[in-house]
Nanobody, 124 residues
Framework: QVQLVESGGGSVQAGGSLRLSCVGS????????MAWFRQAPGKGREGVAA????????YYADSVKGRFTISRDNAKNTLFLQMNSLKPEDTAMYYC?????????????????WGQGTQVTVSS
């Protein structure tokens, strides 16, 4: 059974940093495209960043470019999201997801497996 478990969320002040991790089990991560999504209360799920299997191509939402960095360690079945210069509008539940598609995309429909999420709260 595929399982994704996020960690690293918390409460920080604006300008601070957090590093999210997502550990997978029940599958081999080196066969899946991975991504981070977020969802704020009352809003839809937004694709924040995605990374291809080899870790050589990435996608970032315009709202996080230059501040967030996605990376992966396939040997440890782990996905990371380094978040710097955090803003109050980054406050949301953050989810990691895995896709068997080869298309680097922020479309949540293309992702088959999801974690339970980790909360990030940024205060001004």
């Amino acid at each position: 059974q595929v399982q994704l478990v996020e960690s690293g969320g918390g409460s920080v002040q604006a300008g601070g940093s957090l590093r999210l991790s997502c550990v997978g089990s029940g599958y081999s991560q080196d066969s899946y495209l991975m991504a981070w999504f977020r969802q704020a209360p009352g809003k839809g799920r937004e694709g924040v960043a995605a990374i291809n299997v080899a870790g050589t191509r990435t996608y970032y939402a315009d709202s996080v470019k230059g501040r967030f960095t996605i990376s992966r360690d396939n040997a440890k079945n782990t996905l990371f999201l380094q978040m710097n210069s955090l803003k109050p509008e980054d406050t949301a539940m953050y989810y990691c997801a895995a896709s068997s598609s080869w298309i680097l995309t922020p479309d949540p429909v293309r992702y088959q497996y999801w974690g339970q999420g980790t909360q990030v709260t940024v205060s001004s």
